[in-house]
């Protein structure tokens, strides 16, 4: 039976999230939120590798750095491939896909500075963006959700703190190149995060960056529903003109139409 005895502290999650370089050991998707700002994003999840139940021992050697999707999915079923060991690809990856990819090896070599210190900066990102996608959002009994965003603003300002103890060693991520070069708006929005001191100035920051969240949320999820190339204009239209929508969302959708066919209906 697992216990909170067999749960990794933060202080080991930080260390394997920054071993594996902020990159989903199962996917190679990157874990860095700083990047993502309000698009759709996906939190880290540092597990075991080899679950308690198979006698995995909560080692940072058996520890994993993985998306919250991919984690999930391995729970389910078991087990999973890991495509990269401690920020390397491995020969599962290698067999399977042959040549690493350009953005893969970009991010690999970009965060080989990544300290421990960094997985505090990024959880604090977490949970002010889940306080942005909380807005509004109701539980599936129609209730308000208890941890709304004065916990998540309280979680962040803790986090903030803990991450600056740590880092008091190593230069800015900025410094180190771990921020947008070119930020966007609602990048700039979500890491003016940190400068913030007060629960009330987070809460405000969350409604700023509410409807970037919602609106880029919803371009990916009409993205998914396009079966046409009528669709693919209307879509393509509707998104380039919306404010609100974030340029690495337009950025996806444009590449992505460009790359699909869709038959004339």
């Not at 990157?30 to 308690?52: E, Q």
């Not at 078991?78 to 401690?86: I, N, T, V």
Request: charged share 25%.
């Amino acid at each position: 039976m697992r216990t909170r005895a067999h749960e990794f502290t933060d202080d080991q999650r930080a260390e394997i999230y920054a071993r594996d370089r902020a990159l989903c050991a199962y996917s190679g998707k990157s874990l860095w939120l700083a990047d993502y700002g309000a698009a759709p994003s996906t939190p880290d999840w540092i597990d075991h590798y080899r679950s308690v139940a198979r006698g995995g021992k909560t080692k940072n050697e058996n520890g994993v750095c993985a998306s919250w999707l991919y984690n999930s999915i391995k729970r389910q079923h078991g087990g999973a491939l890991r495509l990269f060991d401690s920020g390397y690809p491995t020969s599962d990856y290698y067999s399977y896909y042959e040549s690493l990819s350009p953005q893969i090896a970009a991010h690999l070599a970009r965060f080989a500075v990544l300290h421990p210190s960094d997985w505090f900066f990024n959880r604090a990102l977490f949970h002010v963006l889940l306080g942005v996608t909380g807005i509004g959002a109701k539980r599936a009994d129609g209730q308000v959700l208890s941890r709304g965003t004065e916990y998540r603003a309280k979680a962040a300002l803790n986090y903030f703190g803990r991450w600056r103890m740590r880092s008091s060693e190593v230069p800015h991520p900025k410094r180190r190149g771990l921020f947008p070069k070119r930020p966007s708006e609602d990048q700039k929005l979500l890491l003016g995060a940190e400068n913030l001191e007060t629960v009330a100035q987070l809460q405000r920051l969350m409604k700023k960056l509410a409807p970037y969240s919602l609106t880029s949320w919803n371009a990916l999820t009409m993205l998914g529903e396009i079966r046409t190339r009528a669709d693919a204009r209307a879509v393509a239209r509707a998104v380039a003109q919306h404010r609100h929508v974030v340029p690495r969302v337009k950025r996806a959708v444009r590449e992505n139409l460009a790359l699909l066919q869709f038959p004339d209906v």
